[in-house]
């Protein structure tokens, strides 16, 4: 079946430096790629997305590119801070043959800030 | 807007006992759907509906039942637990905008334990 591939599953940066996720996905007709945050304990929470059609996008210190091509896409954060420690997701979005829009989350990257 | 909501926030059941789980949103989605949530294994999509009276199995039904009799309300049902259904169970809703994605929007979990 389609899927999803996180790197890494876990990383440690120093407050201050960059931080880089990536995901690659197997099913060519997904056309839209959202980004979760989830804190320890609460929810997964929207922080950035990106559609096809754009190869990238800036809000603030969080950036995605997206590679149709190679089929990957990533997450960067730039200066990073104690509160952007957190679990990240990527997913991947696609509509199957009913017209459902179906989504296919990766595994997570637990991301650590050192202060 | 109260978002999503999800009850109980916690609960311990016994094997072999039968509980439902609510999920409720007033954002008027057509979408919404049930995860659970392990440890190291990202989000699993347990069922779904794109629709009041519609349901659909995920990624892992089995053991689970659905119900979308309302379009805000959706239902998930466990008729027997099981020592494996043990999880964090998030609810997420989606508007279904015509030739647009559109991200889901989560709910803050039930820990459910069973003994």
């Known amino acids: 079946g389609e899927n999803v591939e996180q790197h890494p599953s876990t990383l440690s940066v120093q407050e201050g430096d960059s931080a880089v996720i990536k995901c690659t996905y197997s099913?060519?007709?997904?056309?839209?790629f959202p980004w979760y945050k989830q804190e320890l304990g609460k929810r997964p929470q929207l922080i950035i997305d990106?559609?096809?059609?754009?190869g990238e996008k800036k809000d603030q210190r969080i950036a995605v590119t997206l590679n149709k091509t190679a089929k990957h896409f990533s997450l960067h954060i730039t200066e990073t801070q104690p509160e952007d420690s957190a679990v990240y997701f990527c997913a991947a979005v696609a509509k199957d043959w009913s017209g459902t829009y179906k989504y296919i989350f990766g595994t997570g990257t637990r991301l650590k800030v050192l202060a | 807007n109260a978002g999503v909501t999800q009850t109980p926030k916690f609960r311990v059941l016994k094997t072999g006992q039968s509980m439902t789980l609510l999920c409720a949103q007033d954002m008027n989605h057509e979408y919404m759907y049930w995860y659970r949530q392990d440890p190291g294994m990202g989000l699993r999509l347990i069922h779904y509906s794109v629709g009041e009276g519609t349901t659909a199995k995920g990624e892992v039904p089995d053991g689970y039942n659905v119900s979308r009799l309302k379009k805000q309300n959706f239902l998930l049902g466990l008729e027997s637990a099981a020592p494996s259904q043990t999880s964090v169970y998030f609810c997420a809703s989606r508007f279904d905008r015509v030739g647009s994605n559109q991200p889901q929007h989560f709910g803050d979990g039930t820990r459910l334990s069973i003994l």
């Open positions: 099913d060519s007709a997904s056309n839209y």
């Open positions: 990106i559609r096809s059609n754009v």
